[in-house]
């Protein structure tokens, strides 16, 4: 197998939408390889361990297969084994406190209140 750019292999098996959209998140640091956080040209070869926070998920992934283009979904979920932490359950998320769009700046005394139910 041959060495793969990271920012094209992460576009090619589909975490990222765009190529550009992976080197930004290489560039801001949130692709790491093997821990490490990477440039956009740093090469990856199968036995690397890629992980990636985008949107707001974290992926844990092993490199299997390198690609340099991008392919259909189902091909994709062959080039890499998900070691990725399960989402939160769903009433946890909708449990959490949401404030009202165009309520302004929450008050010091809503702001300790989410600072008690978030446990800080």
Known sequence: M???RIDAWVWAVRIVKTRSAAAEACKAGHVKLNGV????????VPGDRVR?????KQWDVEV???LKKRVGA????TCYVDHSPPPPPKELILSM???DRGAGRPTKRERRETDRLMGR
């Open 2 to 4: 041959e060495s793969v």
């Open 37 to 44: 956080a990477v440039k956009p040209s740093q090469n990856v």
């Open 52 to 56: 990636v926070w985008v949107d707001h």
């Open 64 to 66: 299997v297969q390198t």
């Open 74 to 77: 189902a091909i994709a979920r």
């Open 97 to 99: 406190p949401r404030r």
